[in-house]
């Protein structure tokens, strides 16, 4: 199993104030696939992705990339597990804004001595031809295809998407869809998608639904439509 989470508790505060978010999440994932997270807001579907992507410190439990685990890491234990492992994709890109496109992607590949070809990447993506441009100067889709590309730049092991449309058209949306089910089929890329959209799980291999810190569904879809094909985004 490539993915495997278990027994996973996360808090925050203290006293009467202690919010426990995550209450013994329980999750595997084979390597290559595409899963999906939904349910309400405030469930602990960003607190779990944090949580596997290291950007958060686990109170109990485990989480295990490759046979690796996380558990009783330190900072810079973690961040090397974050360089060697993780690529991230947030909602509302995150993009230097003093750095063109070339070098908001090539500085990820700083981060380690495997990266994905450059032309590759800017051919996989559909970016060449603006590479010498400024954030302030894309649309929003191509606004998120840098932020994608900078994500896989390192060749990560594990892409971790927190509502990566949320910010996006429909038509951009499922532009951005189609192209991180290109990615995973390309280079096998291993992807977690959290979102509040009910029409994305439809294109994902897995589906999972949390409520109130706990996983309540984890189920194999066997009708997974193309990206292309989805409705109503």
């Given at each position: ?187 096998g890329t291993t992807i977690l998608m959290v979102t509040h959209n009910q029409v ?34």
């Amino acid at each position: 199993m490539y993915l495997e989470v278990t027994g996973l508790r996360k808090s925050y505060g203290t006293g009467e104030g202690r919010q426990e978010v995550l209450r013994g999440v329980d999750l595997t994932m084979e390597r290559g696939t595409m899963a999906s997270i939904v349910g309400s807001s405030g469930c602990g579907k960003s607190t779990l992705l944090n949580c596997i992507g290291a950007l958060e410190v686990i109170d109990e439990g485990d989480v295990r990339i490759d046979g690796k685990s996380l558990k009783g890491l330190g900072k810079l234990e973690r961040e090397r597990y974050r360089r060697e492992n993780i690529g991230y994709v947030f909602q509302f890109f995150n993009l230097l804004a003093d750095l063109n496109v070339r070098d908001n992607i090539r500085v990820a590949e700083r981060l380690t001595d495997e990266p994905i070809d450059y032309a590759a990447l800017l051919d996989q993506l559909g970016l060449a031809g603006i590479e010498k441009k400024f954030p302030s100067q894309l649309s929003g889709g191509q606004q998120q295809r840098v932020a994608i590309a900078r994500a896989l730049a390192k060749n990560p092991r594990l892409l971790l998407c927190d509502e990566p449309t949320g910010a996006l058209d429909s038509t951009t949306a499922k532009d951005t869809l189609i192209l991180l089910e290109k990615i995973n089929a390309t280079f096998g890329t291993t992807i977690l998608m959290v979102t509040h959209n009910q029409v994305i799980p439809q294109m994902m291999q897995q589906n999972i639904v949390m409520r109130d810190g706990r996983i309540i569904e984890n189920s194999i879809n066997e009708r997974r439509i193309p990206a292309e094909a989805l409705e109503d985004l």
